[in-house]
């Protein structure tokens, strides 16, 4: 059985950092491409970017590339997303997706606040 | 970047009944290797999105056959033939074919 779970969220303060993890199980991680996704409170869906299934190419939504960053660690079946500089306008629930959006982990909550 | 209007934003329906949700797009989402990257997605109270149909009508395993998704190019339609309790929720569709990848704006179904 596929799954993903993610970890990391929580409350933050505007201009700090976090990392976000997404533990792949149920399927060969290392044979796709993987994406994070994030729906805001007012549940509008935003595709941050996604990462090739080796690691050696990414792609942002232009508005977050400057901020966030994609990796992962295939032999850990992992995929991680680090935040920058954070904002209330992130505050969001941050879902990592198999490649197609064929799977999506539970989701966990970001809420940044001072 | 690519915009999906879906419509309605919300659609209420009785047990039995059939709809369908429009979604459609600023650009054409033809592909030039010909596939059409436009997924339907379904998100029920409290749960995570799941996919229900991909590449405009393929259904996903699992899947009711009474979801049923055509289209093409710039107008794609997703269709519910007799819904039953377990389809209450919000359905958005999405593409693949341009990046950024992007979302419509979502179609909550709920019950008459």
């Known amino acids: 059985e596929v799954q993903l779970v993610e970890s990391g969220g929580g409350l933050v303060q505007p201009g700090a950092s976090l990392k976000l993890s997404c533990v792949a199980s149920?399927?060969?991680?290392?044979?796709?491409?993987m994406s994070w996704v994030r729906q805001t409170p007012g549940k509008t869906m935003e595709w941050i970017g996604d990462?090739?299934?080796?690691?050696?190419?990414?792609n942002y939504a232009p508005s977050l590339k400057n901020r966030f960053t994609i990796s992962r660690d295939n032999a850990k079946s992992t995929l991680y997303l680090q935040m920058s500089n954070v904002r209330s306008e992130d505050t969001a629930t941050y879902y990592c997706?198999?490649?197609?959006?064929?799977?999506w982990g539970q989701g966990t909550l970001v809420t940044v606040s001072s | 970047d690519v915009v999906l209007t879906q419509t309605p934003p919300t659609l209420s329906a009785t047990i039995g009944q059939s709809v369908s949700i429009s979604c459609r797009s600023s650009?054409?989402?033809?592909?030039?290797?010909?596939?059409?990257?436009l997924h339907w997605l379904l998100q029920r109270p409290g749960q995570s999105p799941q996919l229900l149909i991909y590449?405009?009508?393929r259904l996903e395993s699992g899947v009711p056959n009474r979801f049923s998704g055509s289209g093409s190019g710039t107008d794609f339609t997703l269709k519910i033939s007799g819904v039953e309790a377990e389809d209450l929720g919000v359905y958005y569709c999405?593409?693949?074919?341009?990046?950024?990848?992007?979302f419509g704006g979502g179609t909550k179904l709920e019950l008459k």
């Open positions: 149920g399927f060969t991680f290392s044979d796709y491409w």
């Open positions: 999405v593409q693949g074919t341009h990046a950024p990848r992007t």
């Open positions: 590449l405009v009508s």
């Open positions: 997706t198999r490649e197609g959006f064929a799977y």
């Open positions: 650009q054409s989402l033809l592909h030039s290797n010909g596939n059409t990257y």
């Open positions: 990462i090739k299934y080796d690691g050696s190419y990414t």
